[in-house]
């Protein structure tokens, strides 16, 4: 249903656009949590939806193009990338968690974007927003989402959302 | 990213260690340290902060004749050439690109610490 939504010069076409940032969570997660991620299978999704209990949500913006990343964690996910990252072990969504969702948002985007721009994209920096609980986001355009899902070792997924507004 | 760093840190062996929201408390800090014959002797400051950005602390650092010549290292997601230029422009004892892991942050410490004590001997 989304595929039609796609038009040919649409980013999330272009592998090496999508690599940037399945390269930039693989980095981030290793070298900040010591914690190896398994990249599932990308999906095509026409409104973007959070899939987890908490996110980080970046805007993005290059010429006439907008879009934003965004990460969902279930709690078992992101209670054990904290765990790995701080030696914490949290049972409720804190500031300690948040802080790490933002932080890594912020970093797995600045790999990526790092990435894009020496392949002639513009993106800048931007400050992440968390979010927690169950959201959507309603659009009136021809963009599409990105949904790249990825599982860590106890059994729990996060995932990596990437719409484009064109 | 604090929590990182301050864990980072406590694993290398570095316990005192002060922290502040975003550039203007730390800088208050800084200016407050000396004034009272205390100062700090490191400074590591991510770049994007809410409020007062690391690259703008690092400005005010160099133009405080009292803390221009305390090291200071920019911890962030900024990789790209204009920012290491701004950065090194603006006196940056040098940088720490997001994401890296402790070995990193440990070398990039001890170059620092070489690099000051170098320039202090001679």
């Known amino acids: 249903?989304?595929?039609?939504?796609?038009?040919?010069?649409?980013?999330?076409?272009?592998?090496?656009?999508?690599?940037?940032?399945?390269?930039?969570?693989?980095?981030?997660?290793?070298?900040?949590?010591?914690?190896?991620?398994?990249?599932?299978?990308?999906?095509?999704?026409?409104?973007?939806?959070?899939?987890g209990d908490v996110a980080g949500m970046v805007g993005m913006v290059f010429g006439q193009?907008?879009?934003?990343?965004?990460?969902?964690?279930?709690?078992?996910?992101?209670?054990?990338?904290?765990?790995?990252m701080l030696g914490e072990k949290n049972t409720e969504i804190n500031a300690s968690v948040t802080d790490a969702v933002g932080e890594m948002t912020n970093q797995i985007y600045g790999t990526a974007?790092?990435?894009?721009?020496?392949?002639?994209?513009?993106?800048?920096?931007?400050i992440p927003s968390v979010i927690q609980g169950t959201f959507t986001i309603s659009k009136h355009h021809s963009g599409a989402t990105l949904v790249i899902p990825f599982n860590l070792s106890n059994g729990s997924t996060f995932f990596v959302d990437i719409t484009v507004i064109m | 990213m604090r929590k990182i760093i301050k864990k980072v840190l406590t694993e290398l062996g570095y316990t005192n260690v002060e922290e502040?929201?975003?550039?203007?408390?730390?800088?208050?800090?800084?200016?407050?340290?000396?004034?009272?014959?205390?100062?700090?002797?490191?400074?590591?400051?991510?770049?994007?902060?809410?409020?007062?950005?690391?690259?703008?602390?690092?400005?005010?650092?160099?133009?405080?004749?009292?803390?221009?010549?305390?090291?200071?290292?920019?911890?962030?997601?900024?990789?790209?050439?204009?920012?290491?230029?701004?950065?090194?422009?603006?006196?940056?004892?040098?940088?720490?690109?997001?994401?890296f892991n402790a070995q990193t942050l440990k070398g990039k410490l001890e170059k620092i610490w070489t690099k000051h004590s170098g320039s202090h001997a001679a």
């Not at chain 1, 974007?113 to 931007?126: D, R």
């Not at chain 2, 690391?54 to 090291?71: N, R």
Request: proline share 5%; aromatic share 8%.
């Open chain 1, 1 to 51: 249903m989304g595929a039609e939504n796609l038009q040919p010069v649409n980013p999330l076409l272009d592998k090496r656009f999508v690599s940037a940032f399945v390269d930039g969570v693989i980095k981030t997660t290793s070298l900040m949590a010591s914690t190896q991620v398994v990249v599932g299978k990308p999906t095509v999704e026409t409104q973007f939806q959070a899939k």
């Open chain 1, 65 to 84: 193009m907008k879009g934003t990343m965004s990460i969902s964690f279930s709690k078992e996910a992101i209670f054990q990338i904290v765990e790995n």
């Open chain 1, 113 to 126: 974007k790092t990435t894009l721009n020496q392949m002639g994209y513009a993106f800048e920096m931007a």
């Open chain 2, 20 to 99: 502040a929201d975003d550039g203007k408390p730390a800088f208050e800090k800084l200016q407050s340290a000396k004034s009272a014959g205390n100062p700090f002797e490191f400074v590591i400051s991510d770049w994007n902060m809410p409020g007062m950005a690391g690259i703008d602390l690092l400005k005010a650092c160099k133009a405080d004749p009292s803390l221009k010549v305390l090291p200071f290292m920019l911890v962030t997601a900024e990789s790209e050439q204009k920012n290491i230029v701004e950065a090194a422009k603006a006196g940056v004892s040098d940088y720490v690109v997001k994401p």
